[in-house]
């Protein structure tokens, strides 16, 4: 297959983006301004959750970070995860506890905040908090997939492959934990897809933080390859390479011709 054949801009052979969840202090503070020194864009996934307006003095902090271009995602107001994710018993309970309307309800609360905190930014992705997709348990357990693809034209979840142009399930995207990797391997990472002419993705919590860490020398590590490979890799938020993608599909349907 011709690079010729796939979606990536002129001379890039593969596709990567860099997604942060949780907006961790660590990702405003280091990732940021890493990010800046070499001129590339991620994706950061927020949960614009607060009584009152606190909420606002939130999500401020981040208004900057999407005026430089990178994307600011959707990922839930109260970011429900497994019942079996927490040591102890809850009162506000897990996804098991929820119903598909809870779930959208508490999706699109965190919609309207963010779209009144960031009116500049269009189209947003979706991210799947701890990458699980469903509600309910056992006989009365259902994907929520489906509500996300009303509302995001992409979301990204978890899986160990990269995602493949032609079939890749826009809304739900396949991306690599990056917690405690080495910057050697999450460079191999994306070497390997951009091998296979496919789309990588991985996933940050803190840098050099407790939670979920990455060491800051690694992500350095990483940053600099893609810098310097910039020319056949091509770096940019969740959502720009997913539209990309959506058209090209859409181009590619357009062209074929019935048998």
Request: hydrophobic share 35%; with cysteine.
């Amino acid at each position: 297959m011709s690079v010729q054949s796939l979606p990536w801009p002129e001379g890039c052979w593969g596709a990567v983006s860099l997604t942060f969840d949780d907006g961790h202090p660590s990702q405003l503070e280091k990732g940021v301004p890493l990010l800046g020194d070499v001129v590339l864009n991620g994706t950061f996934y927020l949960n614009p959750r607060g009584e009152g307006d606190s909420w606002r003095d939130t999500l401020a902090a981040w208004q900057i970070v999407a005026r430089m271009g990178h994307e600011i995602g959707n990922h839930t107001l109260s970011h429900p995860c497994p019942n079996s994710y927490a040591a102890e018993p809850t009162s506000r309970g897990g996804l098991e506890d929820l119903s598909l309307q809870d779930l959208e309800s508490d999706i699109l609360k965190a919609e309207q905040r963010l779209r009144t905190m960031f009116p500049e930014q269009g189209e947003r992705s979706f991210c799947y908090p701890c990458y699980m997709s469903y509600v309910g348990s056992g006989a009365t357990r259902q994907s929520y997939v489906p509500v996300v693809a009303r509302h995001f034209a992409a979301a990204r979840g978890l899986g160990e492959r990269a995602n493949n142009p032609f079939n890749c399930d826009l809304h739900y995207l396949h991306s690599w934990d990056a917690a405690r990797r080495g910057g050697a391997e999450l460079i191999g990472l994306v070497e390997r897809s951009v091998a296979q002419g496919r789309w990588g993705i991985l996933t940050f919590h803190g840098l050099e933080a407790t939670h979920l860490p990455v060491a800051l020398s690694d992500f350095s590590e990483l940053m600099a390859h893609l810098d310097r490979h910039r020319q056949r890799i091509w770096t940019a938020p969740l959502i720009t390479v997913a539209q990309r993608i959506a058209d090209w599909r859409t181009g590619r349907a357009g062209m074929e011709t019935p048998h």
